[in-house]
């Protein structure tokens, strides 16, 4: 990418904690990405109220083209951020029709208690930096619940856990809500946003006939070393009664 993109690309996550890239990777690229997902194995599934696919865990390293996507995201990152990235989590979102949608939230922002009944906070036990990469698999729009994406609230973990309903999740309070401005964002096939986890973010549920799927993959920085399998095996551990931000 030019330089005067990658530019454009840091002032928009300044200013508001994201950035969208269009045609990031091709229709070609996103095929073999779904038949990687398909045939993956050893991974974490979830199933929503309808017991229909919600989502699917620990996919990054399933198949030659999901780790090229991993690649392609951490030099786009390497590139905006002039720091080097590792992945600390990753899903893929399927939210078919009548999917549920997800509650207003921040990421990362809750406390959980871990197998050894230690209260902890979140994401932030890993890291104090986190940014998450968005990529459509489907075209996303509305009708079918796209993501809807507010500027970055500022402030530390404790200041911003303060904004949310503290109930295990990091799901925003409702007068916090109220007084957030989220931007619907329209994706097509290959398109990738980039944003901050202290980006408010929702969905709404999947009204059309025809999926919505998303890949998720979030990275912290490199300097503070991989974190994947701590983060993964902290959830499973975790006391935690709800582990969902769904929205019917």
């Not at 990405?33 to 979830?46: A, H, Q």
């Not at 998450?132 to 993501?147: M, P, Q, R, S, Y």
Request: charged share 30%; hydrophobic share 30%; glycine share 6%.
């Amino acid at each position: 990418m030019s330089n005067l993109i990658i530019s454009n690309y840091k002032e928009q996550f300044d200013n508001n904690g994201y950035f969208v890239s269009k045609n990031f990777v091709d229709k070609k690229f996103i095929t073999q990405i779904i038949n990687e997902i398909d045939k993956s194995k050893n991974t974490i599934k979830y199933l929503d109220s309808n017991d229909e696919l919600r989502r699917i865990e620990k996919i990054y390293d399933k198949g030659e083209n999901l780790l090229l996507l991993n690649k392609k995201i951490s030099i786009l990152l390497k590139e905006v951020f002039n720091e080097d990235f590792l992945i600390f989590k990753d899903k893929y979102n399927a939210k078919p029709p009548g999917g549920e949608g997800f509650f207003a939230h921040y990421d990362g922002i809750f406390n959980f208690i871990n197998s050894n009944n230690q209260k902890k906070n979140g994401w932030y036990e890993y890291g104090d930096f986190f940014i998450n990469a968005l990529v459509a698999i489907d075209n996303c729009n509305k009708e079918n619940g796209t993501i809807e994406l507010a500027k970055f609230h500022k402030g530390g973990f404790q200041e911003l856990l303060n904004n949310t309903k503290k109930d295990g999740t990091p799901a925003l309070s409702n007068k916090i809500e109220s007084i957030t401005s989220f931007n619907l964002i329209n994706l097509n096939v290959g398109d990738i946003v980039i944003f901050s986890n202290k980006c408010p973010h929702r969905s709404k549920k999947n009204y059309s006939n025809k999926n919505r799927r998303i890949i998720y993959y979030t990275y912290t920085l490199e300097k503070n070393g991989s974190k994947y399998e701590e983060y993964f095996r902290d959830k499973e551990g975790s006391k935690n009664s709800s582990k969902s931000l769904s929205e019917k």
